[in-house]
């Protein structure tokens, strides 16, 4: 194929084909797209370099407290040093309401809030465990659990990947301790989010379709908790094999997934504060539309869809910003703003972290024909976005 063969099956412009021919770098939505016009996996065009050289990064600076909290330095006796903020006070149920309003600040995008309080908790996790004694073991384990699960999701969300990660390796060992699987499975479902991020897309779908084997249950006996698990394994993998362009195994994940979902009707409440149920999975359905290169189906299989009850804003704002991105694909840029625009009305922070909503907002200035809009200017100022 040429170059403008290539590119015109892509939908790319022939310049970018030339920049990654000639060793350029390329976001990964432009790989899977080179992917797909070519059916091979979008990780072909992924090889191991060193990354180039960058100025001094003020975020290193900002997270330091809740790095060190998280993944503290280790002395000579192999002990990590962390202090506490408590001195010698133990107060599980104090810690545990302090854990319930981080939760809640979380929720409401809150994250300066977070980002002031989870290292103090963090550390009275840790301080609660070592001294709690062997009685109150399981309930501090599953306090810090909890609390460093949060902190992951946080992380995530910031896009502090690498230390989300390691938060929430964290919480899956000590969720294994106490034998709790819906936590644990949370903790794991987390790593997968991260790790979709990075572009770790073999590693994911390996990963939860392995864990989603053994947390298998008999649909027929299975509590809400066991199915939301399950479910959600499944839709990581699903989500994994969409991006790395095997659209076969992720319809056939996103069927089982189905299946989890069909006895539980509506939404079910996570132990990691999301939900699973039919809407969820017709959520990621929708979502795999479009990764898959089929906005219209995207807006199709949106238009029936509305937001379960039990559902988080984060997870139905997740959806809103794919409709966006469909919307811009299929020449339809006043729809995607009006969207954007109210995600943020409701989540300013939370959208300010998202890489798609940014993306849209650049393809929207890309395809006018004339100056922006006042709301097109608008939301390419809060975005940090140059015309």
């Known amino acids: 194929m040429t170059q403008e063969e290539v590119a015109h099956a892509a939908n790319l412009s022939v310049g970018v084909v030339k920049k990654i021919e000639q060793g350029g770098s390329a976001r990964l939505e432009t790989l899977h797209q080179l992917a797909r016009a070519l059916g091979v996996v979008t990780l072909t065009f992924v090889g191991?370099?060193?990354?180039?050289?960058?100025?001094?990064?003020?975020?290193?600076?900002?997270?330091?407290?809740?790095?060190?909290?998280?993944?503290?330095?280790?002395?000579?006796?192999?002990?990590?040093?962390?202090?506490?903020?408590?001195?010698?006070?133990?107060?599980?149920?104090?810690?545990?309401?302090?854990?319930?309003?981080?939760?809640?600040?979380?929720?409401?995008?809150?994250?300066?809030?977070?980002?002031?309080?989870?290292?103090?908790?963090?550390?009275?996790?840790?301080?609660?465990?070592?001294?709690?004694?062997?009685?109150?073991?399981?309930e501090t384990l599953r306090t810090r659990a909890n609390i460093v699960g949060l902190a992951g999701r946080y992380l995530i969300q910031v896009r502090a990947h690498d230390l989300a990660l390691v938060a929430l390796h964290m919480s899956l060992r000590d969720a294994l301790e106490i034998g709790d699987t819906p936590l644990a499975a949370a903790?794991?479902?987390?790593?997968?989010h991260a790790m979709l991020r990075q572009g770790r897309f073999d590693e994911v779908e390996r990963l939860c379709a392995s864990t989603a084997q053994e947390l298998e249950p008999q649909i027929s006996k299975a509590t809400p908790d066991q199915l939301a698990a399950w479910g959600w394994m499944l839709l990581r993998a699903s989500a994994a094999a969409a991006r790395n362009n095997r659209p076969h195994e992720a319809r056939e994940y996103i069927g089982m997934a189905a299946a989890a979902a069909g006895p539980l009707h509506r939404e079910h409440k996570t132990v990691d504060s999301k939900t699973f149920g039919p809407t969820t999975v017709a959520l990621k359905s929708a979502?795999?539309?479009?990764?898959?290169?089929?906005?219209?189906?995207?807006?199709?299989?949106?238009?029936?869809?509305?937001?379960?009850?039990?559902?988080?804003?984060?997870?139905?704002?997740?959806?809103?910003?794919?409709?966006?991105?469909?919307?811009?694909?299929?020449?339809?840029?006043?729809?995607?703003?009006?969207?954007?625009?109210?995600?943020r009305q409701r989540s300013p922070q939370w959208l300010r972290y998202q890489q798609m909503?940014?993306?849209?907002?650049?393809?929207?200035?890309t395809l006018r024909v004339r100056s922006l809009t006042e709301h097109q200017r608008q939301l390419a100022d809060f975005m940090g976005i140059q015309e």
């Open 48 to 138: 191991s370099t060193s990354p180039e050289p960058r100025e001094a990064d003020h975020d290193e600076a900002v997270l330091s407290d809740i790095r060190s909290a998280i993944n503290p330095p280790l002395g000579l006796s192999g002990r990590p040093v962390y202090g506490t903020a408590d001195g010698d006070e133990l107060d599980l149920a104090r810690l545990n309401r302090a854990v319930n309003a981080m939760t809640d600040a979380y929720h409401s995008d809150r994250y300066d809030r977070l980002a002031g309080f989870l290292p103090a908790l963090i550390r009275s996790a840790h301080h609660h465990v070592e001294g709690g004694g062997e009685a109150q073991r399981g």
């Open 187 to 192: 903790a794991v479902s987390g790593q997968a």
């Open 287 to 343: 979502e795999n539309a479009l990764v898959g290169g089929n906005p219209s189906k995207t807006l199709e299989l949106s238009a029936s869809l509305t937001r379960d009850a039990n559902m988080t804003g984060e997870e139905w704002d997740r959806h809103l910003l794919d409709e966006a991105r469909a919307h811009v694909q299929t020449n339809d840029p006043d729809k995607a703003v009006g969207l954007l625009l109210d995600i």
């Open 357 to 365: 909503a940014r993306d849209t907002v650049r393809d929207v200035i």
